[in-house]
C-alpha cells in the first residue's frame, strides 16, 4: 500500500517545496518595501483613531504602541510574510493544480488557467471586500465606543495579527465560487448537493464569522452575508455546470436512447 501512495507523496513534496520556496522568494521581496506595506496595513486603524479624535478630546492622545523589544522587526517580519503569501498565490494555485493534474482527463487539464486566474481573482476580492469594508467599520466601532472615558493604545503586534487573520479568512472564503464551480466539473457535487447542505453551511458562516472577526454582531454580519450570498451563487453555478438529474429523468433519457438505437436499427435493416 505504501508503495502504491509514495509517487504521490513525493509529488506532494516536491509542489509543497516550490511553494514554500515562492513565498520565501515573495517575502524577501516584500521586506524591502515593509514600510509602504505597513502603512497600507495600518490606514484602517488610524482612520479609525482619526476619527475618534473628532469625538473626544481625550481620544486624541490615543496611538498605535509596541510591547516588545523589538516589536517593531517581528511586526515587519509578518506583514512581510503576508505579502509575500499573497504575491505568490497564483504560483502556489498552480502547483496545486498539477498536483491533482495526473488525474484528470485531458480536457479537464486544459481548465488550469481558468483556475490560477479565478482563484487568483477571487482571494483578492476577497482581501479587498475586508480591507475597503468589513474593517473601517469593525475598528471604528470597537475603538470608537468607550472612547470618552478610555484612551486607546492600541498594541500593533496584537493588530498585525488581527488584521492578517481576517484578509486570509475573507480570500480563502470569497473561493467559495471557484472550488465549486472545479467540483461540479469534475462531478462531485450537483445543485442538490449544496441546497441539501445549506442550512448547515449557514450554521457554519456564522460560527467562522464569529471567530474571525471582532466580538461585534455588526462586522459578523458584513463577513457572515457575503459569505451567504456567495454560496447562493455557488448554487447556480453549480446548477448551470453539473445539475442534478432525478431518476424519472434519467430513465427518460435511457429510454430516449433506446428509442433512437432501434430506429436507427430498423432504418439500416
Not at 77 to 86: D, I, Q, R
Not at 144 to 163: K, Q
Request: zero cysteines; aromatic letters at 16%.
Amino acid at each position: 500500500m505504501f508503495a502504491e501512495i509514495k509517487p504521490h507523496l513525493v509529488e506532494l513534496r516536491k509542489r509543497l517545496g516550490l511553494s514554500v520556496l515562492s513565498v520565501f522568494i515573495g517575502f524577501i521581496i516584500a521586506f524591502v518595501f515593509h514600510e509602504i506595506i505597513l502603512e497600507w496595513v495600518t490606514a484602517p486603524l488610524n482612520e479609525a483613531l482619526e476619527q475618534v479624535s473628532h469625538l473626544s478630546k481625550k481620544a486624541a492622545e490615543g496611538m498605535v504602541t509596541t510591547h516588545q523589544v523589538g516589536g517593531a522587526f517581528f511586526v515587519a517580519l509578518k506583514v512581510s510574510f503576508f505579502a509575500g503569501l499573497l504575491g505568490a498565490l497564483p504560483f502556489i494555485l498552480y502547483q496545486l493544480w498539477l498536483f491533482i493534474a495526473p488525474g484528470l482527463y485531458n480536457n479537464e487539464k486544459k481548465m488550469v488557467i481558468p483556475f490560477v486566474v479565478g482563484g487568483t481573482f477571487m482571494f483578492a476580492v476577497g482581501v479587498l471586500f475586508a480591507y475597503y469594508v468589513v474593517t473601517p467599520f469593525g475598528f471604528q466601532f470597537l475603538i470608537t465606543f468607550g472612547s470618552f472615558l478610555y484612551t486607546p493604545m492600541i498594541n500593533i503586534e496584537d493588530y498585525v495579527g488581527f488584521f492578517t487573520k481576517i484578509m486570509m479568512g475573507f480570500g480563502i472564503a470569497f473561493e467559495l465560487p471557484v472550488f465549486a464551480y472545479f467540483l461540479a466539473l469534475l462531478g462531485l457535487v450537483t445543485d442538490k448537493t449544496l441546497k441539501d447542505f445549506f442550512k448547515y453551511a449557514v450554521l457554519i458562516i456564522f460560527v467562522v464569522a464569529a471567530l474571525l472577526t471582532p466580538p461585534d454582531v455588526l462586522t459578523q454580519l458584513l463577513m457572515a452575508a457575503p459569505l451567504i450570498l456567495l454560496y447562493g451563487v455557488s448554487i447556480l453555478i453549480v446548477r448551470a455546470v453539473n445539475p442534478h438529474e432525478e431518476d424519472g429523468e434519467e430513465d427518460e433519457v435511457v429510454d430516449e436512447e433506446k428509442i433512437k438505437l432501434q430506429t436507427n436499427t430498423i432504418y439500416e435493416s
